[in-house]
């Protein structure tokens, strides 16, 4: 099974809980589906398919979950959300956009409950036969201030102390510094639509759309309309 994501795009998005993942991912799929023409797959882990739900449900909203037991049922939701929606999605050439991914399992499974790094990882390669995003994009936040942000009853994960979300804050930045081809890093302590600009620049650049861009701010502070033939579509890969 192929491990690249052509002819799609696949991005992920990572960081602590309440860092704003779902906002700034469903911002940026609307404006790659202006900017790009293209058909854009919005999901998120754990919880992106019906059996991904109930999984979702056991492992937040359970009682106590052995960490061994927690990490594979992460695992397993990924490997059923890759096979059935991220892939067929890939497939048909779509960017897809997924808020949580494979490093959220190696940041809290193994940095949050300190199982070992490199089998928690393996344990999700396996599982989705290799498939890693094309751009990670973090939001990365000190875990008071994310706490802080959050509204509602804390689920098991948010209940997981203070030296876990440390922990997992930590592990996220080590991946990040380790694979910066792949990886974006962005203090989620700003505002939204700045935040939101940061992160288009550098999708942006990733998929080769930077001309696009320049075209559609100079048509737009110009007041007008592309022409037919510039279309967006035709500048993608
Ligand atoms: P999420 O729905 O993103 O919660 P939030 O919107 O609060 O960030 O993720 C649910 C929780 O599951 C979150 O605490 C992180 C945790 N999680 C893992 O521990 N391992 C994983 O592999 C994934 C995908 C999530």
């Known amino acids: ?90 497939a048909r050439g779509a960017v897809v956009i997924t808020d949580r991914y494979l490093d959220s399992s190696v940041a809290y499974q193994a940095g949050g409950r300190e199982l070992a790094e490199q089998e928690i990882e393996q344990l999700s390669l396996w599982g989705t036969h290799g498939l890693l995003p094309d751009v990670t994009i973090l939001l990365d936040l000190d875990p008071v201030l994310a706490e802080a942000r959050r509204t509602g009853e804390p689920d098991r994960l948010e209940r997981a102390g203070d030296g ?8 996220f930045l080590r991946r990040a510094a380790a694979d910066p081809g792949r990886w974006v890093v962005i203090d989620a302590a700003g505002d939204v639509n700045d935040i939101q600009a940061q992160i288009r620049v550098d999708v942006a650049a990733r998929l080769d759309l930077t001309p696009v ?16 033939d510039e279309s967006p579509e035709e500048d993608v890969p």
């Open 213 to 228: 861009v320049e075209e559609a701010v100079r048509v737009a502070e110009a007041g007008g309309v592309p022409e037919a």
């Open 1 to 90: 099974m192929a491990v690249t994501s052509a002819p799609g795009f696949f991005v992920s998005f990572e960081g602590g809980d309440g860092v704003g993942k779902s906002t700034q991912s469903r911002l940026l799929g609307e404006w790659l589906g202006v900017v790009t023409g293209r058909e854009v797959v919005l999901t998120r882990e754990p919880g992106g398919t019906d059996f991904g739900r109930e999984i979702r449900r056991l492992v937040l909203h359970g009682d106590h979950v052995d960490p061994r037991a927690e990490a594979l049922l992460y695992a397993a939701d990924r490997a059923h959300h890759v096979a059935t929606v991220v892939r067929p999605a890939l």
């Open 164 to 171: 876990f979300h440390r922990r997992t804050r930590e592990a």
